[in-house]
């Protein structure tokens, strides 16, 4: 499968929203996509294929730091390499170090982290909603 990665736009938004809400069970509001897109410290990429919308990455960078604020991939795009290349395309940033929540439970996300040199740092307790679950925190230092 043939994929792109571009930066993402306000033209991404629906589709975005469209991830979010396929992906996770407390999704962003269309007003909070749009709002972290118009951040300037915010930076958004979406994968495509045959210019449908199959995954996305946001990360904020503050003073060289980034942090992941979300990373999905549809379902049916999932174990294709999407997910690996928005990480590397994140990755390209420059900044000191990257760091990311993910649920205890997402052993397919945890090890796409490791892959990529993130290490667990600590753990978030109760940090996810619908179900509550703790969160790893990874942080892969550049």
């Not at 990755?91 to 170090?97: A, G, I, K, P, R």
């Not at 179900?131 to 925190?137: N, R, V």
Request: hydrophobic content about 40%.
């Amino acid at each position: 499968m043939e994929y792109i990665i571009l930066t993402a736009t306000m033209n991404d938004v629906a589709d975005i929203k469209k991830i979010e809400d396929a992906c996770f069970s407390v999704p962003w509001s269309e007003k909070s996509i749009e709002e972290s897109l118009a951040n300037p410290c915010s930076h958004f990429y979406i994968a495509r294929v045959n210019n449908e919308a199959a995954g996305y990455i946001g990360i904020q960078i503050f003073s060289g730091e980034g942090y992941v604020t979300n990373v999905a991939t549809l379902p049916e795009f999932r174990k294709q390499g999407i997910a690996g290349a928005l990480v590397e395309r994140a990755l390209e940033n420059e900044m000191e170090f990257l760091t990311l929540e993910v649920r205890k439970s997402n052993n397919p996300a945890i090890n796409l982290y490791s892959k990529f040199g993130f290490e667990a740092v600590g753990v978030r307790p109760k940090f996810y909603r619908e179900p509550t679950e703790d969160a790893i925190l990874m942080t892969k230092f550049l």
